[in-house]
């Protein structure tokens, strides 16, 4: 058996280790475009943040390849694929037959457009390869310019003001991660950020950069000049499909997948930020991008290559964020809308400065955000991704402190 | 955002200021509750003893690990050594209460307590006799002076037998000397207590609750029957005045004090200066209309009785009140003050001021009162919470207060009967009046708060039975309306036309904790009319809500005296079902009542009902209102 | 080989276990002089309160896949397949929470701890005793548990202990033994306390 991956980010990587679990002999090729050692990517911002050293990114070393029989093919990209032949071709004119092949190749940051984009040390944050170059520019950086409130633009704010630079942040919504969490969680985020120095600005985009090699400076939509030495842009990710027939392998948001994570093309599957599946939450397909998905995907995925149909359930929006001694944990379709469908319960308990807000429909909990006294919060994602109805009180779900045993009858 | 107020209490001004706390941040003894779950087992079943150094020990409930303690005691002695402490710790509480009241008596005798005096001349007069002290010719303070000195007596070891047990019925007498159970002196049975439950001492289950039992008597017929007695005789016996209770007692345009406690020692001497002239004309002059005193727990309860003096809540609502921010001092004594209030005054401009040398509590500004500096301090206490009067902030006072009618003691209720109690005795033997209920006792966040009380009195006044209460329970009756004449329209027709007659609600206020003893009077009253004992009257006591070691000896002492007592949390037994048998079922045989548990106030009205019933056929009485 | 095994129904709500297991991963193993350490150890079991107030010592299960280990940003999480305890290595943990995200039992804490680097906290949770158990000791917890909700044994003898009761329980003419008739009527009367509340 010829199984092929494509991207060794983690969920390629923990397809690669539950294809070579189950299939001894069949053989494995994986294919990166970044020439280094898996790593964990949502670790870069701390490398960033100036919490771990860039030798604390990789989580498996220069002998996973060995260790599991598998034929590295790095600092690659696809260019085009044949479905019928089943065959890849890649950048470098080299071609790969498959079996089974798992698309994993994750997603590229949405390019900006803006007179000056190109100017040196206006960066994007998906690799390690751009944080390290960040941090190059760092000494020289009185003040940082982030755009976006998202999960990317948030973590890279932080992680500057960290270090002590002055940072502005540009969004669109009234508060950070807008997304993720709620106007009350939000406002809390948005207090504590304000405390530490952070300047936000809302509902302005940049016009224009300024400067001569380097970024200097950026006009803002709403007339004003900022000036800056180093930008991060953060506004979103699309996956990474140039290479993908979409007459051939149905494409939506992400690849379209099935609950074994195989795509239109039997043979074919997906899995990670670029795969497109049934959102338990939202009950719709929906892409989530995170870590825990992509090693959900690629486990599941893999035991599907190597023959074992195994189901996957269906993925789930989950974030876990730890800054400045406020901490937040969102799982599930915090945010939806105002429908007698859905019910809300919430509870801002100020002398513990703890913020529960659940969503429900009909009796299974959908969505839930906890700010501080986190540590429980797995119950409460567990009971979203696995659809079970609530009997019984729901403000227990409330408490600061969740037992699992008063859940129980 | 969802509220779950109603959960913790009944009361409108608990649910409102439960609301207002959470916004002020205030934690509250709901909040410490349930940090606290769940609560031991071990301990809840009154399994672990820690009386020596060679424990701490515990017995497993399901016989796999260790049945006894390291000396060797088993469940059966390890839950009773418990259960007699507990009395022990709540007789020694009350028998305090009724030696500092006697204390001031003596002092009141060699003119050493300004401010104090003999209030009821004839009341003196009629207890100094049962104490066998002559009074014909003798000047008041002399007979006050020999009395003093007979009650103290009573607390020690020169005597065989307690002088108020006369009071109780020949046949409960007769009961108790037959049992060993004849109370011989305050201090010594509390003492003995305390020596049998030491290790090596007294190792029979059922001879340590015997003498719980009879420590238990040493409180109801002598401490806390002294208590009441010199109160009376000090600050005169109550008889029905009008009053208020709840938060809305608090004025936002007044000097409010708040008493807190149990000693009328104390509050007393507060209420006096509150009154004086000179002291509301300076309250004027710093922008308030006067002074306004309340009182909360059993202090407030006995103002109440005596003065109509308003209450502002009780156990449970203590913290509660200081979150309206309205109150400029909070006075304490002793018992049932919890350690919090500091802590929770702090959060507003409220004073708290500790008065006893026997009870500190953390936050609080401790000012001693004796007999011979009360007066004295007392007015510069009041004057300095006018001068905190303009250091308010907000005020939060959401409710007006309910009217209620208080001062029943038995004196007054034989007055209301037209001097006997005749009128009352026609009307159970015609069954109009089916029987009679005391509801005693506390607050406990257990139980939802007000629940138990005011359900219990509701559905036993609906079957025509009088009601009477005291402590924490009369307040919580008295929030709900039940004092008031008009509260007839929620009895039953025999007791509606009785008490309509009568001019008096269903419900009677008897006072305080200590005034429990009033209860017992009352039946012992009634048993000899009818020639009986207490255990032959239609009557039952319940303590639907309680929480304090003071409730375990009260409880005690009215089941050996004859009394059917229904308790709603239950008491640290169940580890020996020995022990549990004994107290609901065995002691019928031994004092002609026992205790019962049950938490739900719908079916423990059930039990006395049908208690009732039982004691009434027995009597010969009918079921059917004649 | 020999895994801890939790009986709900016999947990008083004590607490030993918990003092133990802080005990057992402190500094000096001794309960007087852990409760002065710096950092203050923790317990890695948290007994938590039921519907009825009745007490629940909750722990890892040690789950095989662990979604801890799963989930695990830096790989700190990993498995000793000898006893198939799942532990965290402090030194590499990031303290992301990430873990307890994703543990739907809710026994994962973060907090500094004499296994980990000085000032830094860290995920931490139930190591199985390990140490313990290489001395030939039982785990902290099931040591101390006095009423046999905790015990240390294999889970085969376990489990036919509890297929006999069930067994048992439908012979007919078995007369059911209560577990603990004082404990059964303390809990009625705690159950009983609860719904007058909820029914008022």
Not at chain 3, 122 to 127: M, P, S
Request: hydrophobic content about 40%.
């Amino acid at each position: 058996m010829n199984h092929v991956i494509i991207g060794n980010g983690i969920a390629g990587v923990s397809a690669a280790e539950s294809i070579r679990q189950l299939d001894g002999s069949g053989s494995i090729v994986m294919i990166s475009d970044e020439p280094v050692d898996p790593y964990c990517r949502p670790m870069i911002s701390l490398v960033l943040e100036g919490v771990i050293p860039p030798s604390k990114l990789p989580i498996r070393d220069s002998g996973f390849y060995e260790e599991f029989n598998i034929t590295p093919v790095l600092g690659s990209r696809v260019a085009r694929m044949d479905v019928d032949a089943k065959t890849l071709f890649l950048s470098d004119a080299k071609t790969l037959p498959f079996d089974t092949l798992l698309i994993a190749s994750g997603a590229d940051p949405r390019p900006i457009k803006a007179p000056a984009a190109h100017l040196a040390n206006i960066f994007f944050m998906r690799n390690q390869h751009q944080v390290l170059k960040m941090l190059e520019v760092l000494p020289q950086t009185r003040h940082a310019l982030v755009l976006g409130g998202g999960l990317v633009g948030f973590k890279a704010a932080c992680g500057l003001l960290h270090r002590g630079i002055d940072v502005t942040l540009l969004i669109r919504s009234g508060y950070p991660l807008s997304l993720q969490v709620d106007e009350i969680a939000g406002a809390m985020i948005l207090a504590e950020l304000t405390r530490r120095g952070l300047n936000v600005r809302v509902g302005v985009e940049v016009t224009a950069f300024k400067g001569i090699d380097s970024v200097t400076g950026a006009i803002l939509s709403d007339g004003s000049e900022v000036s800056c030495e180093l930008v991060i842009v953060g506004k979103g990710v699309l996956p990474s499909i140039s290479f993908v027939p979409r007459d051939r392998i149905q494409v939506d948001l992400g690849i379209v997948v099935d609950d074994h994570l195989e795509t239109s093309c039997s043979g074919i599957f997906a899995a990670g930020d670029v795969a497109e599946s049934m959102d338990i939450a939202r009950k719709t397909r929906w892409v989530n991008a995170i870590w825990p998905e992509a090693v959900a995907q690629g486990r599941i995925a893999g035991m599907n290559m190597a023959g074992r149909a195994v189901v996957y359930k269906g993925s789930l929006s989950r974030n876990v964020i730890r800054i400045f001694g406020l901490d937040i944990l969102a799982a599930g379709w915090v945010n939806a809308p105002d429908d007698p469908r859905f019910a809300v319960l919430s509870e801002h308990n100020r002398r513990l400065n703890t913020y529960r807000r659940l969503v429900f429909e009909g009796d299974r909990l959908i969505g839930a955000i906890l700010v501080n006294r986190i540590e429980t919060g797995g119950i409460l994602t567990a009971m979203i991704q696995n659809e079970i109805p609530v009997r019984g009180s729901r403000r227990k779900l409330l408490e600061p402190h969740l037992s699992l045993k008063s859940l129980m009858f | 955002m969802s509220s779950t107020f109603h959960l913790q209490t009944i009361t409108e001004d608990g649910q409102l200021l439960l609301k207002k706390a959470q916004a002020d941040q205030i934690e509250t003894v709901w909040d410490r509750h349930q940090a606290q779950l769940p609560q031991c087992g071990y301990c809840d079943l009154g399994l672990s003893c820690r009386n020596c150094v060679m424990g701490p020990c515990r017995v497993d409930p399901f016989g796999e690990g260790p049945q006894q303690g390291v000396c060797g005691a088993d469940a059966d002695i390890i839950v009773a050594r418990n259960l007699c402490r507990m009395i022990a710790a709540g007789a020694a509480s009350h028998s305090d209460h009724g030696r500092d009241l006697v204390e001031v008596l003596a002092q009141v005798a060699k003119g050493q307590a300004p401010g104090y005096a003999i209030r009821d001349p004839e009341k003196l007069k009629s207890v100094a006799a049962e104490y066998g002290v002559e009074t014909l010719g003798k000047d008041i303070l002399v007979i006050a002076g020999e009395l003093a000195y007979a009650m103290q007596e009573d607390y020690g070891t020169r005597i065989t037998e307690l002088a108020l047990l006369k009071r109780a019925p020949a046949k409960r007498r007769e009961i108790w000397k037959k049992v060993g159970i004849t109370p011989r002196g305050i201090d010594r049975e509390t003492s003995e207590m305390m020596h049998r439950t030491h290790m090596g001492v007294d190792n029979g289950w059922q001879s340590l609750l015997l003498q719980g039992l009879r420590n238990a008597l040493s409180d109801g017929w002598g401490g806390s029957m002294i208590a009441t007695d010199v109160s009376d005789i000090l600050f005169g016996t109550p008889s029905p005045k009008p009053t208020s209770v709840n938060v809305g007692v608090l004025k936002k345009d007044q000097v409010n004090i708040v008493v807190h406690g149990h000693n009328p020692v104390v509050s007393e001497m507060i209420l006096m200066a509150a009154r004086s002239s000179e002291l509301i004309q300076l309250a004027q002059s710093k922008g308030a209309a006067g002074i306004n005193l309340a009182g909360v727990c059993c202090t407030g309860n006995e103002l109440l009785m005596r003065h109509g003096i308003p209450m502002a809540g009780n156990h449970l609502m203590t913290e509660l009140v200081l979150s309206t921010g309205a109150v400029e001092m909070m006075l304490v004594d002793y018992q049932c003050i919890m350690p919090s209030l500091g802590q929770v005054a702090s959060c507003y401009h409220t004073r708290m001021i500790s008065t006893s040398d026997k009870a500190r509590f953390p936050g609080m500004e401790h000012r001693e009162f004796h007999p011979e500096n009360a007066e004295e301090l007392a007015k510069t206490l009041v004057r300095e919470a006018i001068e905190n009067f303009d250091k308010r902030r907000k005020v939060y006072l959401p409710v007006e207060p309910v009217q209620s009618i208080g001062g029943f003691s038995v004196e007054a209720i034989v007055g209301a009967l037209g001097g006997s109690a005749a009128p009352l005795i026609d009307a159970i033997k015609a069954g109009k009046i089916r029987g009679a209920a005391g509801i005693v006792g506390c607050n406990n966040p257990k139980i939802l708060h007000d629940y138990g009380h005011v359900t219990l009195a509701r559905r036993l006044i609906e079957n025509d039975i009088l009601v009477v209460d005291t402590g924490c329970a009369a307040i919580a009756t008295a929030k709900a309306g039940f004092k008031m004449p008009d509260a007839i329209q929620f009895a039953g027709p025999g007791l509606k036309e009785i008490c309509g007659a009568l001019g008096i609600p269903p419900v009677l206020h008897l006072g305080s904790c200590v005034d429990n003893v009033r209860i017992l009077m009352l039946a012992s009253a009634l048993a000899n009319a009818l020639n009986a004992d207490i255990s032959d009257l239609p009557i039952a006591g319940a303590a639907p809500e309680w929480y304090s070691e003071k409730a375990v000896s009260i409880g005690a002492y009215f089941v050996a005296s004859g009394v059917y007592t229904v308790l709603g949390p239950m008491p640290p037994i169940a580890g020996s079902l020995n022990v549990v048998k004994l107290l609901t079922e065995g002691l019928r045989d031994v004092v002609g009542a026992v205790f019962a548990v049950e938490p739900d106030p719908e079916k423990s009205a059930i039990l006395i009902r049908r208690h009732i019933e039982e004691r009434r056929k027995a009597l010969g009485l009918g079921f059917h209102t004649l | 080989m020999n895994q801890v095994i939790v009986h709900p129904e016999r947990c008083v709500g004590c607490m030993q276990c918990m003092a133990a297991c802080a005990t057992a991963h402190s500094r000096t193993r001794q309960l007087f002089s852990a409760i002065r350490e710096t950092p203050l150890p923790k317990s890695r079991i948290h007994v938590g309160v039921g519907l009825y107030d009745e007490g629940f010592p909750n722990r890892c299960r040690h789950c095989n896949p662990a979604p801890c280990m799963l989930a695990c940003l830096p790989g700190a999480i990993y498995r000793d397949w000898r006893t198939e305890t799942v532990l965290i290595d402090p030194d590499h943990c990031i303290n992301c929470a990430s873990c307890a995200m994703a543990c739907p039992f809710g026994v994962i804490r973060y907090h500094e701890d004499t296994s980990a680097p000085p000032k830094k906290a860290v995920a931490i949770k139930c190591d199985n005793c390990l140490e313990r158990q290489q001395q030939g000791q039982a785990p902290a917890c099931v040591e101390v548990c006095k009423s046999g909700a905790l015990t240390f044994e294999d889970p085969s003898k376990a489990l036919k202990r509890k297929t006999d009761q069930v067994s048992q329980s439908i012979s007919a003419g078995f007369d059911i033994p209560q577990g603990s008739p004082g404990l059964t009527l303390l809990n009625t009367i705690k159950r009983a306390q609860i719904a007058v509340g909820k029914a008022a």
